[in-house]
């Protein structure tokens, strides 16, 4: 079955940079387009940024600045590489895999909060 696991969340200062990764199983990696999303206390759950199999990506307009989506086809890894984090930046954070034309899978998320 379809297994998305996220890491690299913890606590940073404003200003820092981190990366998170997620590792997928359970699907041809490569075919599917992957993409992270965001949900902060009492909001609703945020798109950040996708990619497809081949590499291009798309960015919601608030996050292309600072974040960037990568992947690793033969590692079966998703990366977000943030920098310059906020305190609204504070969040627990998604990996998704879109089948179907809809993102449907979704990791158990990782938190990343933001002190200042």
């Known amino acids: 079955q379809v297994q998305l696991v996220e890491s690299g969340g913890g606590l940073v200062q404003t200003g820092g940079s981190l990366r998170l990764s997620c590792h997928a199983s359970g699907f041809t990696f490569s075919t599917y387009t992957m993409g992270w999303f965001r949900q902060a206390p009492g909001k609703e759950r945020e798109f950040i940024a996708s990619i497809n199999g081949r590499g291009t990506s798309t960015y919601a307009d608030s996050m292309r600045d600072r974040f960037a989506i990568s992947r690793d086809n033969g590692r079966n890894m998703l990366y977000l590489q943030m920098s310059s984090l906020k305190p609204e930046d504070t969040a627990v954070y998604y990996c998704?895999?879109?089948?179907?034309?809809?993102?449907?899978?979704w990791g158990q998320g990782t938190q990343i909060t933001v002190t200042t």
């Open positions: 998704s895999a879109q089948f179907g034309g809809a993102f449907g899978s």
